[in-house]
């Protein structure tokens, strides 16, 4: 206790403080520790992604895969060509558009009605929570049956209420089946939205809302004003990664319609699915993917852009 | 309940009304979560329901809700029924596989990503979540051919790899989030003791992210266990089909049995909902602790 300081700290110590205290020649544990993640995802993500770009410029077909010939960036071409492709890319826009804006606007409700004061919260949002742990197929399966035409529950309800009367097949008619598919996904997904952005508000300081209450502001103002900037970092990081997530999303359409009737809800990766799977033409999917990727990476580079230059100032 | 004492119906009656003391006020935050609550669980009750709704009472089931002859012969033949159970089995084990090796490799690669500092951390750290972003239908097509290339296609073993891989980027985050609430002073005493740097990990890291072990395992499981697009795509025999496979299938079939299917929709759901149930309050901080950090 009462010795004197030594003229250089113990080495032990010493280590812990500016530095880690594994050295270098830790080195090969962690990296052998590592190694079979790694592998793993270069081997089954990695390699496949770069291998893409490769067959894109090939008319690579499934069916006869030794008959590979380099065609350059005919596929593109072709797809840049065709009205499918155009019409599979709007789709996708209104699709993302619809299913992530329905989900932020009823998820930011739904934040605010678990961040009042609630008995068991924490249990309602595990609750809340279970269709997003539920398998596309199971969302798809329910909903086919509820939407039924003739039996479904849902079209018994509106024909009670009287805003239906006559059969109504939502997902047979051209007009309906997107807009349909997309409330499936908003019901789907709204909880995550609802527990990213309840996280988010539980951090806002009480302090400062309380504050703005004592100056008179309404609850309203002090929710657009004071809160919304607050949790906005929360907001958009939410939303790109739905973004990205929802347009890669195609499993629950190819369950339930398929992109069908008459190719109303065909989005830009169902068409490159059923290119690969019913045309056969892995060029041509792989094509189609890239492009996909490409679209994706726009906001994925934009909120990168907004962070960094947020950092800077 | 306290005014059992007196016998006459009427002098109960009486004495209730001037005594209020209980104020039940509802306020409407709780009928919105009811609603919402409703909404959420209503599809899932119906599924049930119609489970075990007879065929014959389909055309009246939705004005009726519940069934006149509730029956469970939907859940009898399931469970005579050998594709259902070869599906359920096929399921089975490529979870089980897909949870084991996950949840060791996310273990390893989580606690290095969290404990060492070195070159290349912030690649393999940034990598694999943008890896992550790469459209499924991009890695689709390439994965096909590597897959037929090693022998992997129609086979259990070929999914559990694949779903290995795509849960494993958020599972390794989700380990590397516990792994940094450990006090280095832990380890550090025994790195002192004289425990080699894989001992410290086995003995002292291993045991202390047991909870985060049992999100990662949850996670990987739920994945695996609801994972439709690749199922459907690298199978083409009941030797590997996966139940979301299987219901698809007899979603497709001309004329559908809706109590069967339901209850293969409910079987199927079962497993998922314990799961999440059990492990959602860590799944969900593992899910919202990036995202309110920034």
């Known amino acids: ?313 | 309940m306290s005014t059992t004492s007196t016998p006459n119906m009427l002098a109960r009656e009486k004495t209730r009304v001037p005594q209020p003391k209980k104020k039940i006020r509802i306020r409407p935050v709780y009928l919105l979560i009811v609603l919402w609550l409703i909404g959420v669980l209503g599809p899932y009750a119906w599924m049930f329901i119609t489970s075990i709704t007879p065929p014959e009472e389909m055309v009246e089931s939705a004005a009726r809700i519940w069934p006149r002859h509730a029956n469970l012969k939907a859940y009898e033949y399931l469970a005579s029924n050998h594709k259902f159970i070869e599906y359920a089995i096929n399921s089975a084990l490529v979870a089980v596989g897909t949870v084991i090796v996950t949840t060791t490799l996310a273990l390893l690669a989580g606690t290095v990503l969290s404990r060492y500092r070195f070159k290349g951390r912030k690649f393999v750290l940034f990598g694999t979540l943008l890896l992550q972003l790469f459209p499924t239908v991009l890695m689709i097509v390439p994965l096909y051919i590597e897959m037929r290339t090693f022998g992997l296609l129609d086979t259990k073993r070929g999914l559990m790899i694949v779903y290995t891989a795509f849960s494993l980027s958020f599972s390794t985050w989700l380990m590397k989030g516990y792994v940094d609430h450990i006090p280095k002073e832990i380890e550090e005493a025994a790195l002192i003791d004289g425990c080699s740097r894989f001992q410290t990990f086995l003995y002292v890291i291993v045991p202390l992210t047991k909870p985060g072990i049992a999100a990662v395992a949850t996670f990987s499981f739920i994945y695996s266990w609801n994972e439709f697009i690749y199922a459907l795509t690298f199978t083409h025999s009941d030797v590997a089909r996966t139940i979301p496979v299987g219901l698809r299938l007899f979603i497709g079939e001309s004329s559908i049995n809706w109590q069967y299917i339901t209850a293969a929709g409910v079987l199927a759901v079962i497993p998922v909902l314990v799961g999440f149930m059990l492990a959602q309050r860590s799944l969900i901080a593992g899910l919202t602790a990036g995202a309110v950090k920034g």
């Open chain 1, 1 to 313: 206790m009462t010795r004197a300081v030594p003229p250089f700290s113990p080495p032990v110590v010493s280590t812990t403080q500016d530095r880690p205290f594994w050295r270098m020649k830790d080195l090969p544990t962690h990296w052998l520790m590592l190694a079979p993640a790694l592998i793993v995802v270069s081997g089954l993500i990695l390699y496949p992604a770069i291998n893409a770009v490769w067959l894109a410029l090939t008319d690579t077909n499934i069916l006869d895969l030794a008959d590979q010939k380099f065609v350059g960036l005919y596929n593109f071409e072709e797809a840049l060509k065709s009205d499918s492709f155009w019409l599979s890319l709007l789709h996708l826009m209104i699709w993302v558009i619809g299913c992530v804006g329905g989900q932020l606007i009823f998820g930011m409700i739904g934040a605010n009605i678990l961040n009042q004061k609630v008995r068991g919260r924490a249990m309602i949002r595990g609750v809340v929570l279970v269709p997003w742990a539920t398998a596309s197929i199971l969302v798809a399966l329910m909903w086919l049956w509820m939407l039924n035409p003739n039996f479904g529950i849902v079209n018994h309800y509106l024909r009670v209420i009287g805003l239906l009367n006559g059969p109504q097949d939502w997902l047979g008619d051209p007009m309906t089946a997107l807009p349909t598919l997309i409330l499936i996904d908003v019901w789907q997904g709204v909880a995550f939205f609802s527990v990213m952005l309840l996280a988010a508000l539980q951090s806002v300081p009480k302090e400062m809302l309380e504050a703005a209450k004592i100056d008179g502001a309404s609850p309203w103002q002090s929710f657009w004003r004071l809160t919304l900037p607050y949790i906005m970092p929360t907001v958009l990081i939410t939303v790109v990664l739905r973004v990205v997530w929802t347009a890669n999303y195609f499993d629950l359409i190819l369950v339930v319609t398929n992109g069908g009737p008459a190719n109303s809800t065909l989005t830009l990766p169902l068409h490159a699915y059923s290119t690969a799977y019913q045309d056969f033409d892995f060029g041509m999917a792989a094509a189609l993917g890239i492009i996909q990727a490409v679209i994706l990476a726009v906001p994925v580079i934009a909120y990168v852009r907004h962070v960094l230059k947020k950092e800077a100032a």
